[in-house]
């Protein structure tokens, strides 16, 4: 079991629309949630992080989590065809801070 | 100008050569990382130093070796480069602190071997 599981996609979803990308992960001890963006061919950039059960919210963006369940997404409002990139799920455990990421999920939204 | 800058962008070679990619950070971060990245695999951990003196293998450190020269500067050598090394490499940085930090990456290396 890998320990960041994403579905690789890709999503398809029209312009307008709520995106929806989900991650499963598998240590029970870990602490702390981030979801980046990644262009084809650019580097990883922060778009939400969350730490706490429960949904937090930045503009469009929405992370979620559930501890519980070892599950974390997020919601995309209103999508648009500039939101169409790999979206990495990324989680810290570990005194030492590591960080596993997910292989991504590739999101295309249509005009 | 850019915080973390990677150096070359773009690099090809031939099997057996000796390969050096660079990093720098203008961040004050501590603790840095070289990952690479492969279609379906995701980014994986290759090396990362919490400080000068700290160095610490990732998952897939086979194959590779880091110096950190400076707290600004950490290096991922090939020391002889094979094909299956072909991927495009980050370098990452984070503040010295609890699990709570971000990574900021670089720009990418796009490494080919011949």
């Known amino acids: 079991q890998k320990e960041v599981e994403q579905n690789s996609g890709p999503l398809s979803v029209p312009e307008g629309a709520i995106a929806s990308l989900n991650c499963t992960y598998s240590d029970r001890v870990s602490q702390s949630f981030f979801w980046y963006r990644q262009y084809s061919g650019k580097s990883p950039e922060l778009i939400m992080s969350?730490?706490?059960?429960g949904d937090k919210e930045d503009g469009r963006f929405t992370a979620q989590l559930n501890k519980a369940s070892q599950y974390v997404s997020l919601l995309i409002r209103d999508s648009q065809p500039s939101d169409s990139a790999t979206y990495l799920c990324?989680?810290?455990?570990?005194?030492?801070?590591?960080?596993?990421f997910g292989t991504g999920t590739k999101l295309q939204v249509i005009p | 100008d850019a915080d973390v800058t990677q150096t070359p962008r773009n690099r090809i070679t031939k099997t057996g050569k000796r390969i050096m990619l660079e990093c720098s950070q203008t961040k004050g971060h501590d603790r840095m990382y070289w990952y690479r990245q492969d279609p379906g695999l995701g980014l994986r951990l290759i090396y990362y130093?919490?400080?000068?003196?700290?160095?610490n293998k990732g998952e897939i450190s086979d194959g590779y070796s880091v110096s950190r020269q400076a707290q600004a500067k950490f290096s991922l050598s090939l020391e002889s480069a094979i094909p299956n090394q072909t991927a495009l490499y980050f370098c990452?940085?984070?503040?010295?602190?609890?699990?709570?930090?971000?990574?900021?990456f670089g720009p990418g290396t796009r490494l080919t071997v011949l």
């Open positions: 969350i730490y706490s059960n």
């Open positions: 130093s919490f400080d000068v003196k700290d160095i």
């Open positions: 990324a989680v810290t455990s570990g005194g030492y801070q590591k960080v596993t």
């Open positions: 990452a940085t984070t503040p010295k602190g609890g699990p709570r930090n971000t990574q900021y």
